[in-house]
């Protein structure tokens, strides 16, 4: 059982490209999560989404873009890279909270703008 | 908004004492409540969560964590550290379908 798996491990992009971090899960779970972390500043979340076709901002949405047209898949998108958002990327997944579970976190993308 | 606020940015601690990590929401309706931690270069990883029921939550490798409704508190608690607990500890709250984080606490522990 994989869990979360993100892609790729590492990047380093220039000023202006764009990317898109990659994210599935294979827990069959309807709500998943992109967080970035930063030294001092905990997690903070981009944008979440609660099932297929459905996604909505968290704390820091502006600067990237999200969908969400599958259960397992929750791709998040730079489109103009800015060295401010320089960081950790965690993808995370998990059912509704009705059923009362934790969230499953990928290993992470460290993304590197320069 | 909710919000999660963790008072102790950076805790040093000799092996076998005793550890307390604060953690305070905002939220005043109902929450689920966690902890977890990130070992260096890992990822997150669960210690404990509390949904309902006995406020006092146990978890693994011997944490524990009292939610105390009238303080809107959560804090993590070890009687013993080792030197393997080095590593940072988040909280978070579950409403409304987010997952807010704290800022979390970096533990370390001498031998």
């Known amino acids: 059982n994989a869990g979360v798996t993100q892609t790729p491990k590492f990047r380093i992009l220039k000023i202006g490209q764009s990317m898109t971090l990659q994210c599935t899960q294979d827990m069959n779970h309807n709500y998943m999560y992109w967080y970035r972390q930063d030294p001092g500043m905990g997690l903070k979340l981009i944008y979440y989404s609660v099932g297929a076709g459905i996604t909505d901002k968290g704390e820091v949405p502006n600067g990237y873009n999200v969908s969400r047209s599958t259960t397992e898949d929750f791709p998040l998108r730079l489109e103009l890279a800015a060295p401010s958002q320089t960081s950790v990327y965690f993808c995370?997944?998990?059912?509704?909270?009705?059923?009362?579970?934790?969230?499953?976190f990928g290993q992470g993308t460290r993304l590197t703008v320069v | 908004a909710q919000s999660v606020s963790q008072h102790n940015h950076h805790v040093i601690l000799s092996e076998a004492a005793s550890l307390e990590l604060g953690c305070n929401y905002s939220y005043g309706g109902t929450v689920n409540l966690f902890w977890y931690v990130q070992y260096p270069g890992q990822h997150l990883q669960l210690l404990l969560k509390y949904f309902s029921g006995d406020p006092l939550v146990k978890g693994i490798k011997g944490f524990e964590a009292e939610f105390i409704k009238s303080k809107f508190s959560f804090n993590l608690r070890k009687p013993s550290v080792q030197w393997s607990d080095t590593a940072e500890y988040f909280c978070a709250v579950y409403n409304t379908d987010k997952l807010i984080f704290g800022t979390g606490t970096r533990l370390q522990v001498f031998p």
């Open positions: 995370a997944s998990s059912y509704s909270i009705g059923v009362r579970t934790e969230a499953f």
